[in-house]
């Protein structure tokens, strides 16, 4: 089954709900806007239920087939990012601040695609639910829809998540088994000397000095603690501490970022960070205090719901356009969250020679429409076959 002529119909109305959308970015789980546009699509399409404030801005609609049968979750992402767009097109954000670097508008125009598609044709056994999420991200909104029962309440049996990808060509798909996006954790480390002249250092413990050997010292963990082979990323990124140019401060502040694929990993990097800021910080006379926040969790294909993903995207694409063993990457997905309580698994659709995620000059490519919502509807219709 090739791409669908319903969906390449279906680009250009698609393109303007996406448009609109990047024209009026939400952040987080402020995205009541959003919502209520997306709910009042699928009102439109005729969508059988429709359940709003889940996750506290989430929204879930449940398309019935034409007969008895389970049900699987399509997941698109609805928030932007707190970004100042630079692109200048005419659909270029309103806000500023606030953009959709991220292409989270062309995930929720590709479901909103699938869904209109779904209703009209209900050309499957049992329900399926198209599920928009807030707060993707930072802000945990999978978890949030996921404690709200919507597993439960819905009668979700697997759920399916697609992320666009700078880079890939247009018309390209691409996944893996098991790890596919790393777990995101995030540290402070105080390090506290005693304060004093600068032109007298050797009346005070100087803090800065300690952590400056401290995130040098950190950089061991991946180079020579870590398997070559077990991926781990510890980055700092901030350091705070002093006022003034002739003052040793009291106390510096490192935060930054840990990755990791594996549990044994991310155990080993908590653990180590820990030990090393308070030995380095020790031998020269300062003290560290460790403040470890886990973050998203490792974003986990389940083998039989990936094989089955990738057989669609064939379908939809051809064999020559899809990857079934895609690198992992060290960013993060909170759509992990979904998968940690239903089998499920998560895709890369290629958006072309683009700027970068999370950048300023990004668009979402309106040409990838298509390719998402066949892949959606076919993904949906072979899983629930008449």
């Known amino acids: 089954m090739p791409l669908l002529n319903r969906a390449s119909?279906?680009?250009?109305?698609?393109?303007?709900?996406?448009?609109?959308?990047?024209?009026?970015?939400?952040?987080?789980?402020?995205?009541?806007?959003?919502?209520?546009?997306?709910?009042?699509?699928?009102?439109?399409?005729?969508?059988?239920?429709?359940?709003?404030?889940?996750?506290?801005?989430?929204?879930?609609?449940?398309?019935?087939?034409?007969?008895?049968?389970?049900?699987?979750?399509?997941?698109?992402?609805?928030?932007?990012?707190?970004?100042?767009?630079?692109?200048?097109?005419?659909?270029?954000?309103?806000?500023?601040?606030?953009m959709h670097a991220c292409g989270h508008d062309g995930h929720t125009a590709m479901l909103l695609g699938a869904a209109k598609y779904l209703a009209e044709t209900r050309n499957f056994r049992g329900s399926i639910a198209v599920i928009f999420q807030p707060a993707e991200e930072g802000g945990g909104g999978a978890r949030e829809m996921v404690a709200d029962g919507m597993m439960e309440d819905f009668g979700i049996r697997q759920v399916y998540g697609m992320h666009n990808h700078p880079g890939m060509a247009v018309g390209t798909f691409a996944t893996r088994k098991g790890s596919i996006m790393a777990a995101a954790d995030q540290f402070d480390i105080e390090i506290t000397g005693r304060s004093g002249h600068a032109a007298q250092p050797h009346k005070s413990v100087d803090p800065v000095l300690a952590a400056s050997q401290v995130v040098v010292a950190l950089q061991s963990i991946a180079s020579r603690e870590a398997d070559p082979l077990s991926s781990v990323v510890v980055t700092v990124t901030k350091i705070h501490g002093g006022d003034a140019y002739n003052v040793i401060p009291d106390m510096v502040k490192l935060s930054g970022t840990v990755r990791t694929l594996l549990p044994e990993m991310r155990e080993m990097a908590e653990t180590r960070i820990g030990e090393i800021a308070s030995g380095v910080a020790m031998a020269m006379g300062a003290k560290a205090?460790?403040?470890?926040?886990?973050?998203?969790?490792?974003?986990?294909?389940?083998?039989?719901?990936?094989?089955?993903?990738?057989?669609?995207?064939?379908?939809?694409?051809?064999?020559?356009?899809?990857?079934?063993?895609?690198?992992?990457?060290?960013?993060?997905?909170?759509?992990?969250?979904?998968?940690?309580?239903?089998?499920?698994?998560?895709?890369?659709?290629?958006?072309?020679?683009?700027?970068?995620?999370?950048?300023?000059?990004?668009?979402?490519?309106d040409e990838v429409i298509p390719y998402g919502i066949s892949y959606w509807v076919t993904l949906a219709e072979t899983a629930l076959a008449a």
């Open 9 to 98: 119909e279906l680009q250009s109305e698609a393109t303007e709900w996406r448009r609109h959308l990047h024209a009026n970015p939400e952040i987080l789980y402020d995205v009541e806007n959003t919502a209520a546009f997306v709910a009042a699509r699928l009102q439109e399409f005729g969508v059988d239920e429709i359940v709003t404030g889940i996750g506290r801005t989430g929204v879930v609609g449940i398309i019935k087939g034409s007969g008895e049968g389970s049900t699987i979750g399509l997941r698109a992402d609805m928030d932007a990012l707190p970004l100042e767009e630079i692109t200048r097109k005419p659909w270029a954000s309103v806000t500023s601040g606030r």
């Open 289 to 365: 205090t460790l403040r470890y926040h886990r973050g998203y969790p490792v974003t986990f294909n389940h083998a039989s719901e990936t094989e089955f993903a990738v057989d669609v995207m064939r379908k939809v694409a051809g064999d020559h356009a899809v990857s079934d063993a895609f690198p992992p990457t060290m960013g993060a997905e909170d759509f992990s969250y979904m998968l940690e309580s239903r089998p499920g698994s998560f895709i890369f659709i290629g958006n072309g020679d683009t700027a970068n995620l999370h950048n300023s000059a990004y668009d979402f490519n």
